[in-house]
């Protein structure tokens, strides 16, 4: 799910999402390998470039060439503002999803990233096994 607004309580499981993720030809998980499953099914139809952010660099950005880019709001020694101001640096443009478990008042944190962020387009990405 993309951004929601239900109650804590009410949310168990995965939601897939369809749009835009299943759409991309290209998706960049930095960190990220639990979002695996929010990804097309097909491997014909996706392309999946799993990397770590200390092996992040313009020349992977660039090769990779990615629609999105998913990584944890927040992992050990970063979070997901170090990441975009990176990708923005690099010259990066699209989508940047933030997975994490749902949280409260999660347009604030949106408002935010976009603030700091405004060459991306950010999205939360619920975790809900997280």
């Known amino acids: 799910m993309i951004l ?6 009410q949310h168990s499981g995965v939601e897939p999402v369809f749009h835009p993720l299943t759409g991309c030809r290209s998706v960049l ?8 499953r929010f990804l097309d099914a097909r491997p014909n139809r996706q392309s999946v470039v799993l990397t ?10 660039s090769s990779t060439n990615p629609d999105a880019v998913i990584a944890p709001l927040m992992a050990a020694d ?5 990441l975009g ?7 990066y ?4 999803f933030a ?10 944190i949106l408002r935010e990233l976009t603030a700091i ?11 809900r096994q997280g």
């Open 4 to 9: 929601g607004h239900a109650p804590q309580e």
């Open 29 to 36: 998980l930095v960190d990220a390998s639990d979002a695996m």
């Open 52 to 61: 770590r952010m200390r092996h992040l660099t313009p020349a992977m950005l």
């Open 78 to 82: 970063w979070d997901i503002v170090d």
């Open 85 to 91: 101001l990176i990708l923005e640096a690099m010259g």
């Open 93 to 96: 443009r699209g989508d940047l």
């Open 99 to 108: 997975l994490s478990r749902p949280l409260p008042h999660a347009e604030l």
């Open 117 to 127: 962020c405004p060459r991306l387009s950010v999205h939360l990405l619920y975790d």
